[in-house]
């Protein structure tokens, strides 16, 4: 099962990046979709760009470096533009080129790995900006169709067992080493993907958060291609 961007009350739709990074969160709405088909080729930018390791920065000089079609000028454009936005808004976007994330296989019965559904935390009031232009995009799911895993009583026993240490310290040791802000999707869960060329900005978890935070995962890469994503 899956939702749309419109039969979601999760998610707010905007127009322009003005009001994209303007229109506070409210309710049960924790994702805004600057909501965009784009035109362009960003394959073409994908395929001269250079990976070096499992996830390369893509810088500006990088973009324009590059020798490319009518299509994708328009791409790098786009990509060009949407940086420059983020950045005078004041944030540090990143343009990436990926393989794939590393994998988190360290116990066999949680995973904090960014494939693990989960919510992004800040000590300052921040969002998460994203906009996949090439490739498998990410998921998002209401909070109210998945569970906290560390509220899990199976996953929470083997936790305690972990921590193997005082009762006292033990909400900490879940917070230090990130268990807490991964969930589980319930059976019937309805996540929507994010798709591709549309720019969104999730709600983080931090002091003066007005709803809940943005619950989301990155996706399995789809077999021999390559993601370029904007994050911030």
Same mark, same amino acid.
Not at 29 to 38: E, G, S
Not at 137 to 143: L, T
């Given at each position: 099962?899956?939702?749309t961007f419109s039969d979601s009350s999760q998610i707010g739709i905007v127009s322009t990046f003005s009001e994209l990074t303007h229109t506070d969160f409210k309710g049960e709405?924790?994702?805004?979709?600057?909501?965009?088909?784009?035109e362009g080729d960003f394959k073409e930018l994908v395929g001269q760009l250079?990976?070096?390791e /499992?996830?390369?920065?893509?810088?500006?000089k990088d973009l324009l470096a590059l020798q490319l079609s009518e299509k994708g000028n328009r791409a790098r454009e786009i990509i060009l533009n949407d940086l420059q936005l983020l950045t005078d808004f004041g944030a540090a976007p990143a343009l990436n080129l990926l393989k794939c994330y590393e994998r988190d296989n360290e116990f066999d019965f949680i995973s904090t790995d960014v494939y693990s559904y989960h919510v992004d935390r800040s000590p300052i009031a921040t969002d998460t900006f994203l906009c996949t232009y090439y490739g498998a995009?990410?998921?998002?799911?209401? /909070?109210a169709q998945a569970e906290q895993k560390i509220l899990i009583p199976e996953i929470r026993k083997k936790l305690k067992d972990l921590h193997n240490g005082p009762t006292e310290e033990f909400e900490n040791?879940?917070?230090e080493n990130y268990f807490d802000l991964h969930y589980q999707a319930q059976p019937l869960a309805a996540p929507v993907n994010l798709g591709l060329g549309h720019l969104w900005r999730l709600?983080?978890?931090?002091?003066?958060q007005q709803v809940l935070p943005c619950i989301h995962r990155a996706p399995i890469?789809?077999?021999?291609e390559y993601r370029l994503l904007l994050i911030c």
């Open positions: 099962m899956s939702n709405t924790n994702a805004l979709c600057w909501h965009r088909n784009l250079q990976l070096k /499992n996830i390369t920065e893509v810088c500006p995009a990410s998921d998002i799911i209401p /909070n040791f879940l917070k709600a983080v978890d931090h002091p003066e890469e789809k077999e021999g």
